[in-house]
């Protein structure tokens, strides 16, 4: 599954300049959820369904075929909620059942019990008005009528009575009847379709191998088949094609046309040839996520669909310089699913990451294909620092195999388990080598095909595939640790033994899960005449120093040559050393040194000509030049400016004027605005369009509300994105005067990152308008399942008494991240209206400046009588500062401000980092959950010195 980027993400991006990694990492918390035990394993599945489209509801019959393990088996106990069950019968004969609301299950009684062993069959007769799993859409405007499920993460019992977890596997079988007109697409082989009297249609699909629940499909729509070539695999072809609406046939083929390599490419690069019948690809309206796995027929959201020039994002998020997931890596990451994920599946949701940290791990080698080595090493550069930046900005934690969390999607965290766990698998190739992991990934697909596994199961593979011992990778990374290594490095050339000694501490936080690592590393030592030698050193314990031959002063020391470790690095060193390594080392610790000259030497003239001197350089790799933009915007100053205006007018590659269009919002000059607004009017290139839109909103000068209001009523050429942009940039803005607008673009007919963008930019400007309130809480029954979470989360953090009704409804909610996150906003809401009342009144606006801080720039310590939460109260916009008030003044956690918290404090307060001022972030309950986790280990000054 490939997720748009978190709403806790997206809460704390503009928090990214933090000083240093957080102090005492967290891990995340939660119940702890162990693999889910079975009392019957389903063998086949067989769905009947009839699709009314004008009412949205299905009806037929589920005939469950499952066998006995538990003696004697006498209850079949099925996942179902809110399903309208009429009738149950066994070999023909009526049996009682029971339907529980409350815990959502059709708790069956089988009549004579079921030995060991043994198996049956039972037909379910049900009607179904679903709105989570199965998600309906009616034919407005352009838009024709849809309907289309999706069900990670424990969603398909509200349209199917099924066994609803990850660590059962059966064969499935869709008799599909659709109204004339519509056509209906499922797993594995289409027999038929066929004509029906009344002029309905049905269709019989038919998946013999077994797959997981949540990977089962039904997508019903007016779709056009597309077919692409055959992909050849051994000696058999995979027919392969994408179902997208008519009219869409070019784009389609321009969007997927890769797909037949794809195949080729998995197939041979894994040891282990395409396992499915077909393959297609769905493209519908609307989708839960961005895209979705499901065992033959994955399903995407139509902003995935593109034509020449469109921007490489799958949707229109333009405020970084590089989508984490492009068009092209989603395309592969789900097709990269088909082997992990719908061959060889997770046990629990607590193990995903060998589903989605694989399938990202697959997608960057297929990048690395299609595109070369630097593209792979710019690619897992840009994730390290994706990573890094969340630990920063949260820090949370967790292992790769996690057992513990609030709800399924939690799991699915973007950093944690797709970033972070590419990176890992990445570095576990790297320590193997090729050869001998590749063997083991052939090896463990074959051991585990149509199976479900854990960590260990990979683990075991390693051992026997390659006869290494990885006990203490493992440990640090995967079933135990939690982050991950923040080295300090120094040298000094001695020559009287003609060597360089190298020492390198550990100097992340001593915790329980994440203390010292184990590591190896390359660093390269080279000499005065520019020879290089790479030695490999053996990192561990908290401090490690070796001696490595150098026989003159050398030119410089790199560490980490090729980029491999998930690290922070802190390398006090000489600008000049720096700059060596910026013109001569290789790309990815050129990535490395570009980034430390304006960390350490801001705005020195030397640095900044360097960062110029790249970005202007037509030989250089693009994603050196976007580093390189993004670190003079870090860096400021006229000349870094004037640098970036030059570069936005003439660089010819748009994904670096994107980066130049960031890095001017960035650096912050005023006078920057006349060039960003020529880009705007100008530039053809639409994602350039929007990062400059957005870029002129952070800067706000004059001028800028109107221009940007402007930009409104252009068109796009895909997914809106000017607009959406347009509005990024007026949320940045903190002006109450743009409430109307932005309450205009949460209608339904636009896209949802438009709606999702007004929310937020409404939020920010005008917390207190009792229309954003009435608003939010319509959108928490949008049949958008993206913008009812947004609006959930949002309700919450308003913290009104006239809400808690709603919320405490929404607890109940089938979709269990909906409900989580309800729960937590009414437990939030209750405490803040027992100490308060009905709100607070809202300190008076204003939005103090200061410095930049810079990304690896340690700041003073924090005193006691100064920590974190005064600097957010004091510092902010007022709705964040209001919400940062509400966060820590709850019944369910002490106030951060008095002399005992509920948490011992992790760290001494001396190291307790402040947020940058005049920082600013989306308000959800996510920031105010992850406020309140850092509040707790701070100490506080008492209230009347932070103004409570």
Known sequence: MRRFAAALALALAPLAALAQVLPGHRLPDGADRPVRDRAYHIEKYVAELSFDMEKEEIAGTATVTFQSLR?????????????????VE???KPLQFQVDSKNFKLNVALGAPLPLGQSATVRVAYRAHPRVGLYFFPGSGKEEAQAWNYGEGGLHDAWLPIYNDTNDRFAVEFVVTVPKGFTAVSNGTLEGPRENADGSRTFHWVEEKPIPNYLMTVDVGHFARVPLADAKVGDRSVPLAVWTRPGGEDAARYTFGDTPKMVEFFSQKMGYPYPWVKYDQVVVRDFAVGAMETTTATGFGASHVHVAGDPPDSGPDFSEAWPVFTVEDTISHELAHHWFGDLVTCRSIGSIWLNESFATFWHTVW???AHGEDDLTYQRWWYLNKYVDHTRETGEVRPMEYLKYTEPTAMYQEELTYVKGSLVLHMLRHFLGDEDFYRMIASYLQRHQFGSVESADLYEAIELAAGHNFSWFFQDWIVGGGGHPRFDVSYRWVPERQQVDVTVKQIQADLPFENDFRLPVEIEVVDASGAAATHRVELSRWSTTVALPAASRPRRVTFDKGGWLVCEVKYERPIGEVLDELDHADLSNRLR?????ADDFGREPRAVAALSRVLADP??????KQEAALDLGRAGGASAARALEKALASEPNPRVRRAVAIGLGTCGEASSAAALRRAVETDRAEDVIGAAEISLGRIGAAGTKDFLVRQLARDSRWWDSIRVSAVSGLGKLDDPTLAGT?????????????RSAALSGWLAAAPDDPNLSAALRTLTN??????????????AALHHASDLALLKELEADPDPTIAYFAKAGAEETEGFVKRYGRGLSPPARGRPQGPPLRRSEPQAAASPSLTILPSLISTTRPARRASVRSCVMTTSVEPCCQSSVKRPMMSPPAEVSRFPV?????????FIASARAIATRCICPPESSVGL
């Open 90 to 92: 066994r070999d023909g």
């Open 742 to 754: 932005f309450s205009g673009y949460t209608d339904p007919k636009y896209v949802p990152e438009l």
């Open 367 to 369: 990048n690395q294909h």
């Open 619 to 624: 030989a250089s790799h693009w994603g050196l």
């Open 593 to 597: 040194a570009a980034p430390q000259l």
């Open 918 to 926: 005049g920082s600013s972030a989306r308000i959800t309950s996510g």
């Open 782 to 795: 949008d049949r958008n399942r993206g913008i009812r979470e947004d609006a959930v989360k949002k309700l």
């Open 71 to 87: 003696a004697p088996l006498d209850t079949l106990s099925l996942d179902a909620a809110r399903l309208d069950v009429s009738r």
